[in-house]
């Protein structure tokens, strides 16, 4: 089949172990900003129920991947991790790998009604156009070495002092987070767009979801018990290429109240300290009406900086 006028066939297949190196290759040292996963999640991706890895070939070689997990009780696909090889883009190769992946789903999974994806660039109104905008999230991208984490921590405790509340932060069971996540308060009053967003996988807060969220290994901080005002969850550390010894990790917040945000960042990073090690950069993602207040917060002398300036996430769909 060729795709993108192109005069190479292009045949595309589900993505198998032995392809790993060859994804690798096509994963350019500084995509993302140096904080590429896939060599974290591309084995993980294979053995995930509900999730399908295509990649496609031109003479044999691997020149791009595209993965779709369903979600929702099997009615959503979430697109993931589109990759393409450095020099093939701009060919239309990309769009060729996603219209099959769609043709794919259609035919095989005739439950999903809609494809859901997150963007972290600004797309092109023509671009937007195709799809309804579900969700809006600020990011505050901060960096510093894992020695001077704990000084930051200690500063930001000083200056949430006067602002905490008596019974402090609350560190969730994973049951008690799977109820709490799915109540009216929290789905109305603190979901960007009634979605759950862990990193950039959306999700509609439904039952049929818990599992996903259950497989990330998350830890879930609220700034207190009943009604919370903030809920937070944090994905455990990994391995990026940006440093030899540099770690990402991301950080979700749901709610307005700027004290109540500031809290259960703090509480995040707190519990994280004990095993961070090397580099460190760390994504948080807010409600955009509280993003300056926590950066403010966050201005330091502990050698913690700003990785990235102020950018969104943008959570779309469309139907099938």
């Known amino acids: 089949m060729c795709a993108a006028q192109e005069d190479c066939d292009v045949v595309y297949s589900l993505a198998e172990e032995q392809d ?3 994804v690798l290759n096509i994963c350019s040292g500084d995509a993302f900003d140096g904080l590429d996963y896939m060599a974290v999640t591309f084995h993980r991706w294979l053995q995930e129920p509900g999730r399908l890895v295509f990649i496609a070939r031109m003479d044999s070689r691997v020149v791009a991947l595209e993965s ?21 883009r701009g060919r239309g190769i990309a769009g060729a790998l996603q219209s099959h992946v769609t043709d794919y789903i259609r035919h095989h999974h005739p439950r999903v009604s809609a494809v859901r994806l997150s963007r972290g660039d600004r797309p092109s109104p023509q671009s937007l156009a195709k799809y309804r ?42 049951q008690r987070a799977e109820t709490l996540i799915l109540t009216d308060h929290v789905v109305s009053n603190l979901l960007p767009g009634k979605t759950i967003i862990n990193d950039w996988e959306p999700l509609k807060p439904v039952e049929a979801n818990l599992e996903v969220l259950r497989r990330r290994g998350l830890t879930w901080i609220v700034d207190r018990e009943f009604e919370p005002t903030a809920v937070s969850l944090c994905t455990t550390p990994y391995a990026v290429p940006y440093r030899h010894d540099a770690l990402h990790f991301n950080i979700n917040i749901f709610g307005r109240s700027l004290a109540s945000v500031c809290a259960v960042f703090l509480a995040q990073l707190e519990a994280l300290l004990p095993r961070l ?3 460190l950069i760390f994504y948080t993602y807010v409600d955009p009406a509280v993003w300056s207040g926590l950066w403010q917060i966050c201005q330091n002398n502990s050698n913690v900086s700003l990785f990235k300036d102020y950018w969104e996430e943008l959570v779309l769909e469309t139907d099938l």
């Open 20 to 22: 790993f190196q060859q």
């Open 68 to 88: 779709a997990l369903l979600v929702d009780g099997g009615q959503t696909a979430v697109f993931q991790g589109l990759r393409v090889a450095p020099d093939l």
């Open 133 to 174: 905008l579900v969700a809006k999230e600020a990011i505050l991208s901060l960096c510093c070495e894992a020695a001077d984490l704990g000084l930051f921590v200690a500063e930001l405790r000083s200056k949430l002092q006067a602002d905490s509340a008596p019974h402090g932060p609350l560190t969730l069971s994973q």
């Open 277 to 279: 090690r090397g580099y």
